[in-house]
Structure formats: C-alpha cells, structure tokens
C-alpha cells in the first residue's frame, strides 16, 4: 500500500460478517450492517506530547480490532474501501490477525 497515515491516525480493513446466523439462517446482503471489527492495514508514527516526544500508538499493523459503528472516514486505496481513524476511535484488540486466523 502506498499510504502512510499521520500521527495518531490507523488505516483499517472491515472484516465482512459471518453469512449465517448461529441457528442457521442465511442473513441477506439487505439486512446486514457494516461490521465494526477489522484489521489494522498501517498505523501513523504516533501523535506528540506537549514536550515534542512521540507517544507511540498501542495498536499495530495485523492487529483485530473492534471500533464505534460511526467511526472513521471511509476512502478506497487501490481499489480496495477502508476506513482512516484516529487510534482514539478504536474501543479495544481482539488479537493479532494472524493468531485470530489461526485459532
């Protein structure tokens, strides 16, 4: 990717919603809502204190995260839809992306 975001500022992916329920039922594209959980794509350099020093960010690239439903700005870097946010904005880490994926 050749975006770098600023600051205090993460690139996020959406991580799409499982197509059926746990009883089954097939959910349609209609009635689904735009996950809250994704995977952090890039991460800023951090944002600076009052004495200049950077505060380095608590999440990183592969990270699972979950974020408010309203939050960040969605935009398309190559071809693909993500979401800019401020680290700020995200609520909590389920796991790296990876471990996730294999658990």
Do not use: N, Q, Y
């Not at 600023?6 to 799409?16: G, I």
């Not at 794509?41 to 960010?57: F, K, N, P, S, Y």
């Amino acid at each position: 990717m050749a975006f770098t975001p600023l600051h205090d500022r993460v690139v996020v992916r959406r991580v799409e919603s499982e197509e059926k329920t746990a009883g089954g039922l097939i959910i349609p594209d209609s009635a689904k809502e735009k996950p809250a959980e994704g995977e952090i794509v890039a991460v800023g350099a951090g944002a600076r204190d009052e004495d200049g020093e950077r505060i380095a960010l608590d999440v990183k690239v592969g990270d699972r995260v979950l974020f408010g439903k309203w939050s960040g700005t969605e935009v398309t870097i190559d071809g693909e839809e993500l979401l800019i946010m401020k680290e700020s904005d995200i609520m909590g880490i389920m796991g790296s992306g990876k471990a996730a994926k294999a658990a």
